[in-house]
């Protein structure tokens, strides 16, 4: 009986290892605990990935998990992409994101980039100095918002 309990024992824990794989987002800059599972976001990512905005916004309506970083991210990203007349609903759900996890590097890359847009620099540079700490200038999502800020500037501030 032992025996059999052990093995139940083992199973239940390579089953929860395997589930808590599963449920990982993929995205570095959200934390494991607060990451919906992959599959959650997946087929939204897949049609972000297509450049299908709508589509996109209406899978993130079905999946609804307004409490996760990574979703209002997906969300600001998507609307902000789907055109100028959005951008203020882009702000407020990358805003959301940053309240869930303030070093959400994705968030603070691409509401750097809504605010360039918009011309607002300023706030595009605290975004750039914010993701700076964040991952202390190393990211990617750091280079990519300084090269737009450095591009907007030597553009007049026009956003290229």
Known sequence: ?????????????????????????????????????????????????????????????????????????????????????????????YDTALKIDPRHRGALEYSGELYLSMGDLTKAEQRLAALGQACNMSCPEYKDLKTSVEGFKANGGKKS
Do not use: F
């Not at 032992?2 to 993929?26: G, K, Q, S, V, W």
């Not at 209406?58 to 996760?68: A, C, I, P, Q």
């Open 1 to 93: 009986m032992n025996t059999m309990l052990h093995r139940i024992a083992i199973a239940a824990t390579l089953a929860l290892a395997a589930a808590h794989a599963l449920a990982a987002d993929p995205a570095p800059a959200a934390p494991a605990a607060k990451a919906a599972p992959a599959s959650n976001l997946g087929v939204a990512r897949t049609l972000i990935a297509d450049s299908k905005w709508s589509a996109a916004i209406t899978e993130l309506e079905r999946v609804n998990d307004s409490g996760n970083a990574d979703w209002n991210n997906l969300m600001g990203y998507t609307l902000r992409k789907s055109g100028a007349g959005k951008w203020t609903a882009s702000e407020k759900y």
